[in-house]
């Protein structure tokens, strides 16, 4: 498969347990692959470690000052010069082994393949409930916008034909909740159903490897707002 279409953007805060072993996994794996880190201004040793590897292919984003994961995906989808970009979580929570699936699905014309959630793993009950409620409302929501209808909207694992993404960024960029969590809800709330081609691949989402997780109420609180806009 040609890696070199496809670029890894990876929002980084805080992941010095994590990015080490998953840039290997990307680099020995993916032959020419691009990756782009775009870290929050980490405390830890997440830039420092990303840098040691001088891989050709990877750019960091060192952002300082403006923080939050949706203006970083947005700035790395903007950074990333490849055909298509998938977008995952710096923590292994979204496996790297399908990568190849995804890259498939790009290649054979889907604008954007949403990685389906099949179970939750070690996620506690409150999390569970407060996630299905949010997912209820955002379907709901995107329903009434005449949106397409994914089976994960929430999910943070997803692909897309760059060009694609970057239109249906610009054309409405207000609707995104820029320190918000959900990026894809964000960006289907502006797409029309008929315009689009959505491919899905299932998966098992696992606990956080290692590190701390990074979301909290201000999080569920923007998702709410986000709902409005
Ligand atoms: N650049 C950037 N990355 C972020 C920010 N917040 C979180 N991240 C990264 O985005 C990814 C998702 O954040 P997590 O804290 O794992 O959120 P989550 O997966 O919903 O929560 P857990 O299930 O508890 O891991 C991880 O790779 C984080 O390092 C942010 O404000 N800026
Ligand atoms: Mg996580």
Redesign the pocket.
């Known amino acids: 498969m040609e890696f070199g279409k496809l670029t890894a953007i990876?929002?980084?805060?805080?992941?010095e347990e994590?990015i080490s072993q998953l840039l290997d996994f990307l680099i020995a794996n993916y032959p020419g692959i691009n990756i782009t880190i775009?870290?929050?201004s980490?405390a830890d040793a997440t830039v420092r470690i990303a840098k040691s590897k001088n891989y050709a292919n990877l750019k960091i984003l060192e952002?300082t000052g403006t923080?939050?994961?949706t203006t970083?995906i947005i700035d790395g989808i903007n950074a990333a010069g490849t055909e298509f970009f998938i977008v995952?979580?710096?923590?292994f929570?979204h496996p790297p082994e399908k990568i190849p699936e995804i890259l498939r699905a790009l290649d054979a014309g889907a604008d954007l393949v949403v990685m389906r959630r099949t179970e939750v793993r070690d996620?506690p009950a409150h999390?569970k409930i407060i996630s299905l409620g949010a997912e209820f409302l955002a379907n709901l929501r995107l329903s009434i916008s005449g949106s397409p209808k994914v089976s994960d909207v929430m999910s943070?694992y997803f692909g897309a034909r760059r060009d694609w993404a970057l239109r249906s960024i610009s054309s409405n960029p207000k609707r995104f909740e820029p320190?918000g969590?959900k990026f894809l809800f964000d960006l289907l709330k502006g797409v029309k159903k008929s315009s689009i081609k959505v491919g899905e691949i299932a998966y098992v989402f696992n606990?956080?490897m290692r590190?701390?997780?990074?979301?909290g109420l201000p999080?569920i609180f923007r998702f709410f707002r986000s709902l409005f806009s």
């Open positions: 990876l929002p980084t805060l805080n992941e994590n775009v870290d929050d980490s952002r923080r939050g994961l970083s995952m979580d710096s923590d929570q996620w999390r943070g320190q969590y606990g956080r590190g701390k997780s990074k979301i999080h």
